[in-house]
């Protein structure tokens, strides 16, 4: 076994588990309703904080790797390129958002709160479809 293939693999294990995270994370505080929605979404925020940070984590670690058995970042130009930033700023400002929601969602109304689930959930969609463009056109 090839130790850069393994260590595509384990960081795509990452990356998958974080898209998942921030994605589930925010469509299910978004959409389903519970009988205590302030616990379960602050439980929720968690995990999509968890999902931003692995997201990024394991972009910089797909760098990384070619970075280290190639001695340079992967060349990819035009829709990939403009891909790759949409990623980074979705993760970025999901990220960030998720953050202060942990911060400020105490004293929000709850429109204000669906807002930014629905905010959470539309950078999470935005990134998996920038990702199938990265995937596909590098």
Same mark, same amino acid.
């Given at each position: 076994?090839?130790?850069?293939?393994?260590?595509?693999?384990?960081?795509?294990?990452?990356?998958? /588990?974080?898209?998942? %995270?921030?994605?589930?994370?925010?469509?299910? !505080? $978004?959409? *389903? $309703?519970?009988?205590?929605?302030?616990?379960?979404?602050?439980?929720? +925020?968690?995990?999509? #904080?968890?999902?931003?940070?692995?997201?990024? !984590?394991?972009?910089?670690? =797909?760098?990384?790797?070619?970075?280290?058995?190639?001695? $340079?970042?992967?060349?990819?130009?035009?829709?990939?390129?403009?891909?790759? +930033? #949409?990623?980074? +700023? @979705? !993760?970025?400002?999901?990220? %960030? /958002? !998720?953050?202060?929601?942990? +911060?400020?969602?105490?004293?929000?109304?709850?429109?204000? @709160?669906?807002?930014?689930?629905?905010? *959470? =959930?539309?950078?999470?969609?935005?990134? /998996?479809?920038?990702?199938?463009? *990265?995937?596909?056109?590098?």
């Amino acid at each position: 076994m090839d130790a850069q293939d393994l260590g595509y693999a384990l960081t795509q294990v990452v990356h998958n /588990l974080g898209a998942v %995270s921030v994605t589930g994370g925010a469509a299910a !505080a $978004r959409y *389903l $309703r519970f009988s205590e929605p302030q616990v379960v979404q602050r439980r929720l +925020v968690w995990l999509v #904080l968890a999902g931003w940070a692995a997201q990024g !984590a394991s972009g910089t670690a =797909f760098g990384a790797i070619s970075y280290a058995y190639y001695g $340079r970042f992967p060349d990819i130009h035009g829709i990939a390129i403009a891909a790759l +930033v #949409l990623k980074m +700023v @979705c !993760a970025a400002a999901g990220f %960030s /958002l !998720a953050a202060l929601y942990l +911060v400020r969602a105490s004293s929000w109304s709850a429109a204000r @709160c669906q807002r930014a689930w629905s905010a *959470l =959930f539309g950078f999470a969609l935005t990134a /998996l479809t920038a990702a199938a463009f *990265l995937r596909w056109f590098s």
